[in-house]
């Protein structure tokens, strides 16, 4: 059981440039998450999923944006990327058997605008 | 002013001394208290679950919410080297509510 990948693990992207960072469960969870780190602000949520179709906005989503097309995967996509998109970003699931608020993190993109 | 506030460190300490480690909120409706640890340039995990007020214990790891306080703590007694790693607090209102609030994460090291 692989739990929660994400890909790339680490990509240098030119501002202005499109990027998406790839996020795959194999849980069966209903809810998936994305979730930036920063030095100083910890955790802070951009967007989440409670099931398939839905999607809702956290605390940063401005220049992000998600879908939920299935179960499994849940894409996060930079538009327009700016240098204050530098950051380390982590995918994470929850639902299922057990308790619905353990969040479950994959291994994370580290991701730097130039 | 953050909903959670935690204290990043660094925290140094010998090996086989009491760890403390504490988050305080201001949002009196959070009721699920949780302990993450996260290991240099790898994803968080789940390492203590609480629900209200109270003392949960798992092996050497001790986790304490006081709502009246609005103070959670994390004790490590014991500590290891295998211990360093960033430990951050986060809760929730509701225990479907997915959104969980996380502090900055306070960055440990545990020398031999």
């Known amino acids: 059981i692989a739990g929660i990948t994400q890909a790339p693990t680490s990509q240098i992207l030119a501002a202005g440039r499109r990027m998406t960072l790839r996020c795959t469960q194999d849980m069966r969870h209903n809810a998936m998450y994305w979730y930036r780190q920063d030095l100083g602000l910890g955790l802070r949520l951009i967007h989440y999923s409670n099931t398939a179709g839905t999607t809702g906005k956290g605390e940063v989503p401005d220049g992000y944006s998600v879908s939920r097309a299935n179960t499994d995967d849940f894409p996060l996509t930079l538009a327009s990327a700016v240098p204050s998109q530098t950051s380390v970003y982590f995918c994470a699931s929850s639902g299922g058997a057990g308790r619905a608020d353990t969040q479950y993190f994959g291994p994370g993109t580290r991701l730097t605008v130039l | 002013q953050k909903e959670v506030e935690q204290d990043p460190g660094p925290l140094s300490v010998p090996e086989g001394a009491i760890v403390s480690l504490n988050c305080t909120y201001s949002n009196s409706a959070f009721q699920y208290f949780m302990w993450y640890r996260q290991y240099s340039r790898k994803g968080p995990e789940l390492l203590m679950y609480t629900y209200s007020s109270g003392n949960k214990e798992d092996g050497r790891f001790t986790a304490q919410v006081d709502k009246s306080s609005k103070y959670i703590s994390l004790f490590i007694r014991d500590s290891q080297p295998s211990d360093s790693a960033t430990y951050l607090c986060?809760?929730?209102?509701?225990?479907?509510?997915?959104?969980?609030?996380f502090g900055q994460g306070t960055r440990l090291t545990i020398n031999p």
């Open positions: 986060a809760m929730s209102e509701f225990q479907g509510a997915q959104k969980l609030v």
